[in-house]
Antibody, heavy 121, light 107 residues
Framework: EVQLLESGGGLVQPGGSLRLSCAAS????????MSWVRQAPGKGLEWVSA????????YYADSVKGRFTISRDNSKNTLYVQMNSLRAEDTALYYC??????????????WGQGTLVTVSS | EIVLTQSPATLSLSPGERATLSCRAS??????LAWYQQKPGQAPRLLIY???NRATGIPARFSGSGSGTDFTLTISGLEPEDFAVYYC?????????FGGGTRVEIK
């Protein structure tokens, strides 16, 4: 069974940093691109960042570019996002999600259960 | 950035009725569009990818159609568990984007 388990969320002050992790199991991790998607309380979904299976290519939403860095350790089957210079508007439930197929451009499936990040003083 | 506009924002229907949800893109995304279902307190679940392909385990009452800029998700006969929020997402261009969602509620 494919499983994704996020961790690392919490309360952080504006301007602070946090690193989220997503532990994957049940599939060949290095074969799939992975993404982070967030959802502010009571709001819709916002894609944040994606990384290729090898880790050699990454993409970011404009809202986090220059502040967030996505990475992966295929030897540990783990996805990360380093979040710096956090703002109140970064407050959200952060999901990691696996690409549905090994080739481009299908959807995301499955998703983890999410880890909550709260940016507040 | 490709903007996805979903309509209506809320759809009030009774069990057994047909639901038709729309997603319109600000520019062509070819067929690179996915649909998700999200229930309260749960992560989203992939329903449809590449505009019209059902994901594994998705019931046949869910179908997707469209290409270019106009897409439709149809639920042929609403079951009680189908009342939820539905999102479309484009995978054509970076950054990836989601629509604002359509809530399907019980009438």
């Amino acid at each position: 069974e494919v499983q994704l388990l996020e961790s690392g969320g919490g309360l952080v002050q504006p301007g602070g940093s946090l690193r989220l992790s997503c532990a994957a199991s049940g599939f060949t991790f290095s074969s799939y691109a992975m993404s982070w998607v967030r959802q502010a309380p009571g709001k819709g979904l916002e894609w944040v960042s994606a990384i290729s299976g090898s880790g050699g290519t990454s993409y970011y939403a404009d809202s986090v570019k220059g502040r967030f860095t996505i990475s992966r350790d295929n030897s540990k089957n783990t996805l990360y996002v380093q979040m710096n210079s956090l703002r109140a508007e970064d407050t959200a439930l952060y999901y990691c999600a696996k690409d549905y197929t090994t080739s481009c451009c299908g959807g995301f499936d499955p998703w983890g259960q999410g880890t909550l990040v709260t940016v507040s003083s | 950035e490709i903007v996805l506009t979903q309509s209506p924002a809320t759809l009030s229907l009774s069990p057994g009725e047909r639901a038709t949800l729309s997603c319109r893109a600000s520019q062509s995304v070819s067929s690179l569009l996915a649909w998700y279902q999200q229930k309260p307190g749960q992560a989203p679940r992939l329903l449809i990818y590449d505009a019209s392909n059902r994901a594994t385990g998705i019931p046949a009452r869910f179908s997707g159609s469209g290409s270019g800029t106009d897409f439709t998700l149809t639920i042929s006969g609403l079951e009680p568990e189908d009342f939820a929020v539905y999102y479309c997402q484009q995978r054509s261009n970076w950054p990836l984007t989601f629509g604002g969602g359509t809530r399907v509620e019980i009438k």
